[in-house]
């Protein structure tokens, strides 16, 4: 925080929750924007050690490759009089990137701590999966990088039961341990945000189905766009898309040759501006790359859930999100490249608000109940539970 990624808002409220449990917490990442090597301060009571970066966001994926490369020599070396100055019986860190395994290796040994993987994309199968990457030099590069991560892990906390299951079918689980543990967020007071975006966007009296989040191949948000040129004559449905990513000049594009009125991208907004676009708005979406073969349970959900929307997903087939989701009766969910199910679904949602209300409420209770910060944390500590002092990577 303030960063806008779902990384960022998962980290600071873990931090803010072992906090709370009484431990000291130190988090460090990477910054692009800073002028010095180092920038170190307290936020909301936790350490937050800003290391200076490379372009990584908004990057072509080689200059975003070579700068992910740099990530743990970089903050190593800018980091080191923080580290000698610091220790901890803990560090917990978050994947992606995969390029934190060099450095996680090096905290260990220093301070002879444990350390806990929490591990969201599995990459390189992501990419290979969705044609980025094909089986060769590079792709045998990465896999390396990634089985370095996995060794300096005493224990991987994967996102879903499906991704356990993926290990299980690999050479991998049995030399790691691994088990599941879901994302998080924790519940605020969302009453009495000043939201007027309906006024300044002109949507007023419209159904708004909201993204917000990353634009790039893993999200394949031409879904949304054939969605929206499927439906365009519903005059009283538009799509706004909030965000920054590779594929977006591409998608702005598409949408001006279509000549949709319907669908809408901004850039991307400040974590409080964003959470009062979504708090006024009434679906949020989620679109995920047909050919992945693992499953992803986007950061945005919990959003999503936490005020109460109603999620319309068209996701790839095989994600155990589509159960979670069904089961729960917390959102309408199609695969990715089912494009009559996602018209309907999409409709159901515009012309039933009693549904929307029903199914954001029990989006909302499921939230409460799984993807919890506090069930998160107790899971984590649990597995060191002598642990009195914690850094996060």
Partial sequence: ???????AKLMYDLGQDLLLKGHEVSIITVCEDIDEKIQISIEDGVNVVRVKSGKIDGANRYIRALNEFRLSSNIWKNGKDF??????????WYSPSIFFGSLIKKIKMKNNCFSY???????????LDTGILKKGIIFNFFKKVEIVQYENADIIGVQSPDNLLYFKNSNL????????????TSLVNTENLKTDFRLKLGLQNKVVFFYGGNIGQAQDLQNIIRLASRIQNETSAHFLIVGDGTESIKLKKIISELQLKNISILKSVDQSTYFAMLSEFDVGLISLERNFRTSNFPGKMLGYMQYSKPILASINPGNDLKK???????????????????VKNCLYLIQNPD????????????LKNIFSVNKASSQILGHFKHTDYLCLE
Avoid: H
């Fill in 1 to 7: 925080m303030p960063s806008t990624k779902s990384s």
């Fill in 83 to 92: 580290f000698n100055n610091n220790t901890c019986d803990l560090v917990i």
């Fill in 117 to 127: 993987l929490i591990l969201r994309d599995i990459f390189p199968q992501w990419a």
């Fill in 173 to 184: 689980y049995d030399k790691y341990k691994i088990e599941v543990l879901y994302n998080w």
């Fill in 324 to 342: 979670i989701l069904l089961d729960n009766n917390a959102g309408l969910v199609s695969i990715n490249g089912d494009d009559d199910l996602l």
């Fill in 355 to 366: 549904a929307r209300n029903k199914i954001g409420n029990n989006g909302y209770n499921l």
